[in-house]
């Protein structure tokens, strides 16, 4: 969606470097509201052209009394906006208005009891208390004048705070994650009575919206879209063949990194579903060829990328003219790769965000640029995608690039791919493959000495990952019944030639990634 086009209400969350900023624009959307994310620097005035509805100030690991401490822009408090503060955000609105923050006596982290002591407006209908998730180390020691108390904590006398009039609010808890109850219900108060946004953000507003804009956009030109079968893409092709049609030529390119009988599967289910032709293109040896003796990451995603615009010119000449080139990137890749409006360092570089070249000459069509994972999902619901593509797990567009840890081989590509599918498979069998995010197998070049039958194999060590999410910026690691994990396990060393050791992978995200690279 282009924010310069769209005329709904929003609300606009600064990002002080909190690991949750994210998490706050999901959980107003979830509300029906319209949100983005920007640095917390961003000037008045633009936030005055703008014109958002409301402005929420994340957490960050600051404290604002310390040298250097991110400030936002001064006039940003007599814009007349409602603010909402967040743990550092609401040290912000203390220090910037008189108070006085501090180190606290008794640092607060994990799950507090909110006493409410005001239930007026930003916590309506949440009753006399909640519990709530606390992460700092500071606390306001002094409220400013024209602030009361809304709510206190054992540990904090003002773990809420309110200047009515101004329509500006402090808490110092996080409602955005799940372990504070009916967080959610505190942001939409704050969005929708507080500020006033109208509940006008769902997917079927989305999908007319960005229909109109792609049409206004692309005009009478032609669109070539890359797609790998995963949700994104299919969700994209999808998308842009409602709105324009023939105009629009999709691409499938075998790069020899993709899951099992993956070049099959796709075209057939974009053929027989969506009614949409491929053109199938069989780049395998020549990715290959040019990841070998490649082990950097950034080197392997960067090389993928330069591939893939060579693949794409090599095409447009085919059947071209194109004039546009149609991307699935999602808005967590652009929070990841650190081109996003907020200040997130960059993670990894995604192909279809930083690691396509500057000489690739199309314009860049990304419509689902400001979605989240599963709004993308929900838009797919919408679009008549099939089950077999819509409940997918999510593929890396690099694809087992970033699984195969090391130089990329012929024979840790075979393994990563048949103990993939050996993954998926028991996660079905088991009634487990539709409950968690994403599940795969990846190899590295560790070895481990295995007995097959009566003979010592030295062989690969394979690394299981499965993982619940809801947008990829978080995860956490599934803990699947033991017999499930046995099962795999032996199917592995069993069936998958050169695996002789099987790990679990139990690490969060963060401090993990979902990849392994």
């Not at 309506?124 to 206190?152: E, R, T, Y």
């Not at 390119?253 to 099959?264: I, P």
């Not at 085919?318 to 409006?341: C, M, N, R």
């Amino acid at each position: 969606m282009d924010k310069q086009d769209k005329k709904m209400d929003e609300i606009v969350v600064l990002d002080f470097g909190s690991q949750y900023s994210h998490l706050i624009c999901r959980r107003i959307r979830e509300a029906n509201v319209y949100c983005e994310l920007l640095p917390y620097n961003t000037p008045a005035k633009v936030l005055k052209e703008m014109n958002p509805k409301g402005i929420i100030f994340s957490g960050g690991p600051a404290s604002v009394y310390a040298k250097d401490a991110p400030k936002p822009d001064k006039q940003i408090f007599s814009m007349g906006k409602p603010i909402l503060g967040i743990c550092y955000g609401h040290q912000v609105l203390v220090d910037n208005f008189g108070g006085k923050v501090k180190r606290a006596a008794s640092r607060e982290y994990g799950r507090a009891g909110l006493v409410i002591d005001d239930n007026a407006d930003l916590f309506k209908s949440l009753g006399s208390g909640i519990n709530c998730w606390m992460s700092h180390g500071d606390a306001a020691d002094k409220v400013p004048d024209g602030f009361q108390v809304l709510a206190h904590t054992e540990n904090s006398q003002s773990a809420a705070i309110g200047n009515k009039d101004k329509k500006m609010y402090g808490i110092q808890f996080h409602p955005e994650v799940v372990h504070t109850e009916r967080g959610v219900q505190i942001l939409k108060n704050f969005a929708q009575e507080i500020a006033g946004a109208k509940p006008e953000w769902d997917m079927q507003s989305f999908i007319d919206t960005t229909i109109k804009e792609i049409r206004e956009k692309v005009g009478k030109k032609r669109v070539l879209a890359a797609v790998s079968g995963g949700i994104d893409s299919t969700t994209v092709a999808a998308l842009l063949h409602r709105a324009i049609g023939d105009q629009l030529q999709c691409v499938f390119v075998n790069t020899g990194l993709l899951r099992q009988d993956e070049e099959t599967e796709v075209v057939r289910l974009f053929k027989e579903h969506l009614d949409i032709d491929l053109i199938y293109v069989d780049a395998e040896k020549r990715f290959l060829r040019k990841l070998k003796g490649v082990t950097d990451p950034e080197k392997k995603r960067k090389i993928i990328g330069e591939e893939f615009a060579n693949e794409f010119v090599a095409v447009a000449k085919k059947h071209g003219p194109f004039q546009w080139l149609a991307q699935g990137t999602l808005y967590p890749d652009v929070i990841e790769s650190g081109v996003s409006k907020g200040p997130a360092a960059v993670i990894k570089t995604h192909h279809n965000v930083g690691g396509l070249p500057k000489w690739l000459h199309l314009k860049v069509i990304e419509p689902l640029r400001y979605l989240y994972k599963d709004e993308v999902r929900k838009v797919a619901r919408l679009l008549g995608v099939p089950d077999e593509l819509l409940k997918r797990h999510p593929f890396p567009g690099p694809g087992l690039a970033v699984r195969i840890v090391g130089e990329i081989t012929p024979e840790k590509t075979r393994i990563a791919k048949h103990a993939s599918k050996i993954v998926e498979d028991e996660l079905k069998v088991a009634g487990y493959y539709d409950k968690v995010w994403q599940a795969y197998a990846a190899v590295g070049d560790d070895r481990a000495v295995g007995v097959l039958g009566d003979e010592r194999v030295y062989g690969h060590i394979v690394m299981i990952r499965v993982v619940e999410s809801v947008d990829a910026m978080t995860a956490d690691w599934t803990r699947l019944p033991y017999e499930v994990i046995e099962r795999m396990s032996n199917r592995i060393t069993n069936e998958v030639e050169g695996a002789t050791w099987v790990t679990y992978a139990v690490s969060s995200k963060p401090p993990a990634t979902i990849e392994p690279q």
